[in-house]
């Protein structure tokens, strides 16, 4: 495992154990509300950290040149990292089959 990649790791570890936290402090908490926030928090630090530099040729910053561009790549990983979390999937789920 490269940097980038124990970074990445230990960034989505950290948002967990945050999520863990305020719902340890906020005992009648609505799950949801919290999600939301750190859901909230994690795109706009994306965002931040994915704006382009002030090259217009930049061919590194290509792929998020634009608001459009920015939001295909966060909708690409936002598929992504959804579909390989343990939780994608409900047991209770509508279109679980129930015997
Ligand atoms: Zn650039």
Redesign the pocket.
């Known amino acids: 495992m490269d940097a980038a990649d124990s970074l990445n790791e230990e960034a989505a570890r950290q948002i967990v154990e945050l999520g863990n936290e305020l719902a340890d402090r906020h005992p009648d908490a609505d799950l949801w509300s919290i999600a939301d926030g750190l859901l909230a928090g994690a795109i706009h630090w994306w965002l931040y950290a994915n704006q382009?530099?002030s090259?217009i040729s930049?061919e590194?910053?290509a792929p998020v040149c634009t608001a459009s561009l920015r939001m295909h790549q966060l909708r690409t990983l936002l598929a992504e990292y959804a579909e390989s979390s343990e939780y994608y999937h409900s047991p209770n789920d509508q279109d679980v089959a129930r015997a």
């Open positions: 382009p530099c090259d930049c590194e910053c």
